[in-house]
């Protein structure tokens, strides 16, 4: 399978994206920095 690089990966988006790719059986590196633009609990809940 192939490897991907997702940033922002604790976004709502992103972490579907993530979520669907790892299903699929391949390699996801994410990546997210954590700022509290939004509620970090969310982003917290998302890793």
């Given at each position: 399978?192939?490897k991907y690089?997702v940033t922002?990966?604790?976004?709502?988006?992103?972490?579907?994206?993530?979520?669907?790719?790892?299903?699929?059986?391949?390699?996801?590196?994410?990546?997210?920095?954590?700022?509290?633009?939004?509620?970090?609990?969310?982003?917290?809940?998302?890793?």
């Amino acid at each position: 399978m192939s490897k991907y690089l997702v940033t922002g990966a604790a976004g709502f988006i992103a972490a579907k994206v993530c979520e669907l790719l790892l299903a699929e059986g391949h390699t996801v590196v994410g990546i997210d920095n954590l700022n509290d633009y939004y509620d970090i609990r969310l982003k917290d809940y998302r890793l």
